[in-house]
């Protein structure tokens, strides 16, 4: 437990990666891999969108066959979403010629895109790319990071190492994302790798529960985007006894991707589109598990509360109505809340605090709220940012 | 049926209305009346937030009593929201002041509040306010009007008239509303008058309905408010049988009211804190009421489509991908979308468009996207605005 972050991508044993601009993007990366010497142990969760974009249906058909997957195959600039039927063929050609270059069967790799919604790929830029991206000067993790980048700031990255039965198992991961992000699963990618040697059902498990802890509970603009994929390759290198939830090391598994997953998603909210601030709103006292996440994520969904920390302004009033219309009944007089060290409502009445103090400590770049809903023992943290003049520019223009 | 609509808050007989200046706010009035020359038939729609200001639970309470009021007193600049016993005592105080001041109980008198939320009322500038309002120099439905706004950048009135047995009956409203507006009710007051005889189950049941279609397809930031409240006065002085739904001329007055409330509600989207243009969402051929409203109220909720409507940019990906996370099931390849007379997706696939021709129509100050589901009968509008800077400069320092 308590496995420290090492705030890099850090490839376990077995992993390599790289990335290059083939063109979809003007100048910048745009098509990534992660390759593992062996078959590794997959899982994946997936967006709950209608409109799911045609690479995951390829991915997640493939998955299915014998829930292990090699490889992953990556662009940016384009979603490959609403594309029909010949989004469909074109994913499933990225797919075979990536296999095809590693002499793998299809079904061992994971296709994805992130990008523009309703255009074709470009798929002379992704033949030529597939064609010589395994060449090593394309290699390494900071080229696949920068690859897999649409509107992002800044690359994400997270790596934890732990002690299985005396092996060193390392997990790290790769995301992107920072508009359409929201509650399951936004334009979001995540890509987890680990050497670690465990059963699929476990892992499968591990992620869902972790994902709804941390990628779910997110947002910038509430949103949820047709593209969104958390994938995890295990490829068993570090040769621990296979975990499961029976395993004696289980917890620190489990823990050990959650913090790469939590922090992933931070980084994720802090570089939300013009955002200025990491906001993080911790539900406790609560009824049930569903009823803290749903204040949570209410909260931190609301304009009126982005805007005005944005502001930098104490408006507990926004935080307040927010938690009354979360759709979770509350005793007005029983619910308190603080922003950062400073309670500010509580017993149905505002407390007396200093407007300066308050002021000063929203101008940080991190913001945390409280809320005690003072009727049971569940709690549950989300994360977003402040909503800004710079969100606006950057979306209503993204296209043009 | 058809009514036409007049765009003025045009009393009917027997109510006059008024509002001043008492010192709430700066400069601009902040208190305002109506008051019928006899008791009225009233029903009301109040807020779901958990956190219902305290003048709320007092006009609820007192409309309960005969399900009639014949004057109601209104502040803005101060919600009297989350302020406690002495919050509930201000409420009943400026009841009680203003039925004095009529001679009438004061459960006859409904009270309510708009503004900030957590500041006790200034009561000292509400019993002076209520001591001298009746006076004629305060008296008209334009001072009544401006009394009722805080962020509004203009008044919103609407008012029809219609043909009950032979008689002309007036119905007419004047609302206020621009930032945490959202589906359910927002920071959002409306008021409607009428001089028709009406049975007072019949008044709240077309009430209700009207409310669904109207009030609660709005939305300007998706937060709802602690104070949200439409009430209907209708006073009988028109001298019609007294209508119910069996009654012949029904539907023209339902329709009427209907003509009034939608008027209002998009007066208030279009005045959206902001906005420089009303939208309108139509869904069309969804297998239920309900799946078409919460496909529109999703549309019209999603900042990224707000923004790029702002940006004048033709990105119906956001569309789609919105219908997508709406929560209802839907066959991609049967979902068509037009933004204007363009038709922009159907089949699943993107259609040809001129981008120039889109961009143009956006420039204008009203948009509408239709969306057909192909899954049904089922018919709702939503309306909304798009998302600007100014949004966010008005949130970013609404109490500083």
């Known amino acids: 437990m308590g496995s420290e972050e090492k705030g890099i991508f850090l490839l376990p044993k077995g992993f390599k990666a790289g990335g290059l601009h083939c063109g979809i993007k003007r100048k910048r990366h745009d098509l990534g891999y992660i390759v593992s010497e062996v078959p590794a142990v997959a899982a994946g969760v997936y967006t709950t969108n209608s409109f799911q974009a045609a690479p995951l249906a390829v991915t997640q058909r493939s998955i299915a066959i014998e829930n292990k997957i090699q490889a992953l195959i990556v662009n940016s600039g384009n979603a490959n979403a609403c594309t029909g039927n010949q989004g469909m063929q074109d994913a499933y050609e990225m797919q075979q010629l990536f296999a095809g270059k590693l002499g793998i069967g299809s079904h061992l790799v994971a296709v994805t895109s992130t990008g523009v919604i309703g255009e074709l790929l470009p798929m002379d830029c992704i033949r030529k790319g597939i064609d010589t991206i395994l060449n090593p000067e394309f290699e390494g993790p900071a080229e696949f990071q920068k690859a897999i980048l649409t509107t992002d700031t800044c690359v994400k990255s997270a790596a934890v190492e732990i002690n299985i039965n005396g092996k060193t198992v390392t997990i790290s991961g790769a995301a992107k994302g920072s508009g359409m992000v929201h509650p399951n699963m936004a334009t979001m990618l995540a890509f987890v790798t680990t050497d670690a040697n465990i059963e699929q059902a476990a892992l499968l ?141 509580a017993n149905g009445l505002p407390l007396p605090f200093s407007e300066e103090e308050v002021k000063a400590y929203l101008g940080g770049t991190e913001v945390d709220i409280l809320v005690d809903l003072n009727q049971g023992d569940a709690v549950a943290s989300a994360w977003g940012c402040d909503l800004t003049y710079d969100y606006v520019k950057i979306n209503a223009s993204y296209r043009t």
């Open 205 to 345: 498990s591990a992620l869902k529960d972790t994902s709804n802890k941390t990628f779910n509970m997110i947002t910038v603009d509430g949103d949820s985007s047709t593209n969104d994929m958390v994938l995890v390759m295990a490829n068993g290198l570090a040769g621990n006894e296979a975990l499961n939830e029976a395993h004696l090391d289980w917890l620190a598994f489990a823990d050990g991707l959650k913090v790469v997953c939590e922090s992933l998603a931070k980084q994720i909210a802090r570089d939300g589109e013009g955002a200025t601030k990491l906001v993080e709103v911790k539900v406790v006292g609560a009824k049930s598990l569903e009823d803290a996440r749903a204040v949570g994520k209410t909260i931190i969904s609301s304009n009126l509360v982005k805007t005005a920390i944005y502001g930098q302004d104490a408006n507990w009033g926004r935080i307040v109505a927010a938690i009354g219309y979360s759709g979770v009944p509350v005793i007005p007089e029983n619910v308190a809340v603080s922003i950062g060290s400073y309670p500010v409502f």
